[in-house]
């Protein structure tokens, strides 16, 4: 049993990503302090985060318009332009970051691509995540990005078509329970399961189901031996 | 001489786009009027757009946010919460119009569907291109949405290899010389050029090319019959 083409989350699977939101949302708070308490301030972010995905989906940009939504709400429209201003440059500042790997994550990759084709297959925006992955140095790694609205089952069926994969021999590797495992297993196709400390609430599942159709690794460079022992590797 | 893939561009070739960016300025030209005069509000918020593109890419949430700053520029500040908020609401707008398909449209698209695969090539935001394909009504002639940061010639090489299609059987059809039509012709493909009115002056041409190695129809209703003149129908 072989595979033959590996599909990678990014975001807290292959580099950092929920630390960069969490201090993002720290400087938020304090930017509107004067305004409102931090608690106050958290679950007013929280609703109109979610309350805004249908509209404008994943991603930083979508994540600013929010906080000033949020601001506009909480100092009941007496918000200033150049606070506005500060929350436009905040995303600016989140969207040129550098991009920081998770421990293993160059090393592993390097020994995969030898063996495998490799895509990146995450949701967001299109441009942040393409500029990601070229700040990350890992872009020669991969021959594709596939960037999706949602990852479910079908979405995942529709990405084996298209690279003419039969879902016996589809591995995705990624954090999220609901996001990177379960619609795969739906799918026909493998998936390793790599927990990580910072999966977004909204990602997380309200109890993890039992493990009988994915693995589970503890970390990332874990991946060439589990596949080995899988019976998986070339 | 065939074609085994028609891929189509969507704003201002399918559906109305350019008005709906026209209106938009329109609205928000009227809010910050008590700022700035018209004019200077235009070139201000020009200005902004082309600097953000390569930070916020190409859509709806791009635009706001450069609304937004024009806006509290013009105001040196002043700016109310109240104006910003309204100016989110007018991009949540724009994301939620009906979507309204151009002059003879559906019926080439129903006719070239039952003969040919058809994909939708687009830049913009992911999430805001599948939406409105599907509220086009046309999903379901589409095989497939290709949403891209960059039309040149290396994304329509990418398309042409991960669709395997030779460039010599591979037609794009858009109203942009520049991201339709030139890039296409020197990745090897064919290209028809269907001019709007709405073209946005980023994506137009200083001077057009002499029409040696595209073809060029007056509207997308008389593609049919341009792909017969050509030989390139089944």
Chains 1, 2 share one sequence.
């Not at 990503?17 to 929280?46: E, I, P």
């Not at 318009?65 to 007496?78: P, Q, R």
């Not at 441009?127 to 089952?153: H, I, M, P, W, Y």
């Not at 795969?184 to 309200?206: D, F, I």
């Amino acid at each position: 049993m072989l595979v033959d083409l590996i599909a990678l989350d990014g975001d807290d699977t292959l580099w950092h990503d929920g630390v960069v939101w969490t201090v993002a949302r720290d400087r938020f708070r304090t930017l509107v302090q004067r305004y409102s308490n931090g608690a106050l301030v958290d679950s007013k972010l929280d609703e109109i985060e979610v309350g805004n995905l249908a509209h404008f989906g994943y991603g930083v940009k979508g994540f600013v318009l929010s906080m000033i939504e949020t601001a506009i709400e909480v100092s009941k429209g007496a918000v200033t332009g150049l606070e506005v201003q500060q929350m436009i440059d905040l995303g600016r500042e989140m969207l040129a970051r550098p991009v920081q790997l998770l421990e293993g994550v160059r090393e592993t990759i390097e020994r995969l691509a030898s063996v495998y084709p490799l895509i990146l297959l995450t949701k967001g925006d299109l441009l942040d995540q393409e500029t990601k992955l070229a700040r990350s140095g890992l872009g020669d790694f991969f021959s594709a990005v596939e960037v999706v609205t949602e990852k479910n089952q079908e979405t995942y069926a529709r990405v084996m078509r298209r690279h003419r994969v039969p879902p016996s021999r589809f591995l995705m590797v990624g954090n999220s329970l609901r996001f990177d495992v379960l619609p795969v297993v739906a799918a026909g196709g493998h998936a390793v399961y790599v927990p990580s400390e910072s999966t977004w609430a909204h990602e997380r599942l309200p109890d993890e189901p039992s493990e009988t159709t994915y693995a589970r690794i503890d970390r990332f460079g874990d991946l060439p031996r589990w596949l080995k022992a899988a019976g998986l590797s070339a």
